[in-house]
């Protein structure tokens, strides 16, 4: 198994900042294509970010693309989320996730999650 613990979620103004990070243990991190995920109450698990192993390669929701930056650090075994313009319909759980499979959007792929991390923006 591999272990995922997210941090960094809080509370923020809109237009403003905030950096999440998500911290792996368990397994080889660099091994595994990573991603963010979020969801809000009464709606589904929606995408965000991925990154492939090496970090060479990205993808990222419409809504978050020019916004957002994923990266990792795989000597020390974190993955990033770096929220920049932040708008109220940021607000939600905020999730990392692992998989072994192939760098993509579709959280059904993804073989590990984190507890979720709480991110809310005022207006």
């Known amino acids: 198994q591999v272990y995922l613990v997210e941090s960094g979620g809080g509370l923020v103004q809109a237009g403003g900042s905030l950096k999440l990070s998500c911290a792996a243990s368990g397994r080889t991190f660099s091994n595994y294509r990573m991603g963010w995920f979020r969801q809000t109450p009464g709606k589904e698990r929606d995408f965000v970010a991925a990154?492939?192993?090496?970090?060479?390669?990205?993808l990222y929701a419409d809504s978050v693309k020019g916004r957002f930056t994923i990266s990792r650090d795989n000597a020390e075994n974190t993955l990033y989320l770096e929220m920049n313009s932040l708008k109220p319909e940021d607000t939600a759980v905020y999730y990392c996730?692992?998989?072994?499979?192939?760098?993509?959007?579709?959280?059904?792929?993804?073989?590990?999650w984190g507890q979720g991390t709480q991110v809310t923006v005022s207006s």
């Open positions: 990154i492939s192993r090496s970090g060479s390669d990205t």
């Open positions: 996730a692992a998989t072994t499979y192939i760098l993509t959007a579709r959280s059904e792929v993804y073989n590990y």
